[in-house]
């Protein structure tokens, strides 16, 4: 089992590169769903984990890539991206100071280098190469996208919005057509995104950083648009999705859209400010 996300699984090298990613002869395109050069922006992205949440959310919002998520594989690549939580450190830990910047070989530096160590040619450079960096100085203590949330809720949620707001365009679409598939995917990774935000509202509250304030500011106005997008647009669509699957008496699927419209109350929470 691993992550939808991990690059070096998808690429079958250890620890890739950004230059591993632009040399290799073959990459995933998801049933010919990305282009060479598109596949190659976001495995690129991928090898960055510490901002890759910015990143890959803009190149999903840019164009009309919104609509590559009709493709399972990357439906589960952007949820991984999102939501899995990267390396970790304690709370107390993110204030050591940075002091050394680690040096990312590609496949074929680090070969060089460990048969260069082991051959004691270079053996300090090369021993300064290959040392472990310690990932915890680029740790979260809450995860990546929490994290994105409190220290920068408009590099994220404005690329999520953009992406939640086409299915606009899909709304008027049957429950039994293939629209709906990607429709109700929309549905739940804004309702998750939701909940991510009101925990990073309860956290900026309670911080006492500097540009707390302010973030909680950008972060509310952006729940609020989230709160009218998911009972306004979203709760019209799952009810005309209702009504057709009940018009024709099928309860397996009105049972599904009735769950997706309890789905929207989840993160109802009466002390909350959006």
Same mark, same amino acid.
């Given at each position: +089992? ?11 090298? /250890?620890? *890739? ?5 632009? #040399? ?7 049933? $010919? ?9 976001? !495995? ?14 803009? &190149? !999903?919002?840019? @164009? ?5 998520? !009709?493709? @399972? ?9 999102? &939501?899995?939580?990267? *390396? ?44 472990? &960096?310690?990932?915890? +100085? ?9 994290? /994105? ?14 992406? &939640? ?15 709906? @598939? !990607?429709?109700?995917?929309? +549905?739940?990774? %804004? ?5 991510? %935000?009101?925990? %990073? ?12 304030? $302010? ?11 989230? #709160?009218?997008?998911? #009972? ?8 005309? =999705?209702?009504? /057709? ?6 309860? *397996?699927?009105?049972? +599904?859209? #009735?769950?997706?419209? %309890?789905?929207? =109350? ?6 909350? $400010?959006?």
């Amino acid at each position: +089992v691993h992550s939808p996300a991990d690059v070096a699984k998808l690429l079958s090298l /250890e620890a *890739p590169t950004e230059d591993d990613v632009l #040399h290799a002869d073959r990459l995933p395109n998801f049933d $010919d769903t990305l282009s060479r050069e598109e596949g190659e922006m976001l !495995f690129s992205y991928l090898t960055v984990s510490y901002v890759r949440v910015p990143l890959v959310l803009n &190149f !999903f919002a840019s @164009t009309d890539r919104v609509t590559y998520l !009709f493709n @399972t594989g990357l439906q589960d690549l952007l949820r991984a991206v999102l &939501f899995e939580t990267g *390396p970790w450190c304690d709370e107390r830990d993110r204030s050591r100071t940075i002091d050394t910047v680690p040096v990312r070989l590609t496949e074929a530096q680090r070969r060089e280098a460990q048969a260069d160590l082991e051959r004691g040619v270079g053996s300090a450079g090369g021993a300064q190469v290959i040392r472990p &960096f310690d990932q915890r +100085v680029l740790g979260t203590s809450y995860g990546l996208l929490l994290n /994105e949330l409190c220290c920068s809720p408009h590099a994220c949620m404005q690329p999520l919005m953009r992406m &939640f707001s086409a299915i606009e365009d899909l709304a008027s679409s049957s429950v039994y057509s293939p629209d709906a @598939t !990607f429709i109700l995917y929309m +549905v739940s990774l %804004a309702v998750d995104v939701e909940t991510y %935000a009101q925990h %990073a509202a309860t956290l900026l509250r309670d911080s006492q950083a500097a540009n707390a304030a $302010d973030n909680l500011q950008v972060l509310g106005e952006y729940r609020a648009q989230l #709160h009218s997008y998911l #009972h306004g647009l979203v709760a019209r669509t799952l009810e005309a =999705w209702r009504l /057709e699957a009940e018009s024709r008496a099928d309860m *397996p699927t009105a049972s +599904v859209v #009735h769950a997706y419209l %309890a789905l929207l =109350w989840s993160n109802v929470d009466e002390d909350a $400010d959006s």
